[in-house]
């Protein structure tokens, strides 16, 4: 078993989770300690203004080295770890066309931790083929069995929703010995989740996110709004699949003309729209859908999902699990998973042909070799 420090700072920019558990990269052994680190004002402005941004164009660099040492001052703070699993911060995700752009170097983090960094964890899905997202999946099969294995769950299919600043879903089966057994896992993005709102909330008030969702809960949702936004083609299409953060930037464009608490309720509504349509597209009813990432915190989200789903809608935490911090827990995982060289990411996870050990490992005492370079 491996002591390792997982941190994520998502689509939602609001700063850096990061978690610590004990994993031969297949079963969970223990949930260590968790800490967050937020982002100043002038921090989350650089961050904003690189997305959309690809290697070398302005602005990139300066939200690749803030990433790093935001990252490695949290990380001080967690020296039981071995390693550290660094996910970068995505400015861009195109795997159809350009790929898939996380900034930060996980050759300096290592540098600044002295530990070494497991990270660059999409690319390699990209390359052979595969959507690069969501990379959660298979962390979810593990949490999954080991609420069985508490009592915490009924050793059956139940699904994982995140929401994040994009919404995935995550169908899992306990019973299957591995994560990329057939029929273990079938996960994909739902559609936008917490970032229209939050882009929203900081546009027009200046504050980060509807605390509780009580701005959406005094608001009146414009339906004509949703149906169209529920046409897009995105929600026929079969999965695997993933989208960029800004990709259905036409939703925020129709509340534009809306009142704060219309606009948010309507925003509510089409989040909760693209999770109820994708539940036609999972390989049974789940037991419960297990809402974790921040989303789980606004009270007029929840009551949407609860109203729209055709299941028990609770927060993870009625598992066992920190909401909080399983993204930052996955990418711990999933380093140890990348130094035995087990399968990180498949075919019903991100449509690669074939199931993928991704990331790549870089140490603190060692300069940057040919693969890290030209990666």
Known sequence: ?????????????????????ETDGISIAE??????????DNESAVLHQALGRWPGAPGVAEAAALSV???????????????????????????????THQA??????????????????????VRRGGEGAPLAPFFHWACAR????????PDEPVAFLNLGGVGNITWVDPRVAQPEGDGACLAFDTGPANAPINDLMRRRLRQSHDAGGLMAA???VRPGI?????????????????????????LSQAVSSLSDADAAATLVAALSGSVGAAMRWL??????????????????????????????????????????MLEAQAFAWLAVRVMRGLPTSGPMTTAAPDPVCGGRISHPARHRSAIEKSG
Request: proline share 7%.
């Open 104 to 125: 930060g170097s996980g050759a300096d983090l290592a540098r600044q931790t002295g530990r070494p960094v497991i990270w660059d964890f999409r690319t390699e899905d």
């Open 218 to 220: 005094s608001g009146t």
């Open 1 to 21: 078993m491996i002591r390792a420090l997982g941190m994520m700072s998502g689509t939602s920019m609001d700063g850096v989770d990061a978690a610590v558990i």
């Open 69 to 99: 040492a935001s990252h490695a001052a949290l990380a001080a703070d967690f020296p039981e770890a071995e390693v550290i699993g660094y996910h970068g911060q995505t400015l861009a995700h195109d795997p159809q066309g350009r790929g």
């Open 226 to 250: 949703v149906a169209e936004f529920l046409c897009h083609p995105y929600f026929d299409r079969p999965p695997p699949k993933s989208l960029d953060r800004d990709q259905f930037g036409q």
């Open 31 to 40: 949930f260590g300690r968790s800490g967050f680190r937020g982002y100043s």
């Open 146 to 153: 080991w609420a069985v294995g508490q009592g915490r769950l």
């Open 283 to 324: 390989p049974s009813r789940p037991a419960a859908v297990l809402v974790c990432g921040g989303g789980r915190h606004n009270a007029t989200i929840m009551a949407a999902l609860a109203a729209d789903l055709p299941c028990a809608v609770r927060p993870v935490e009625s598992a066992g699990l920190d909401g909080d």
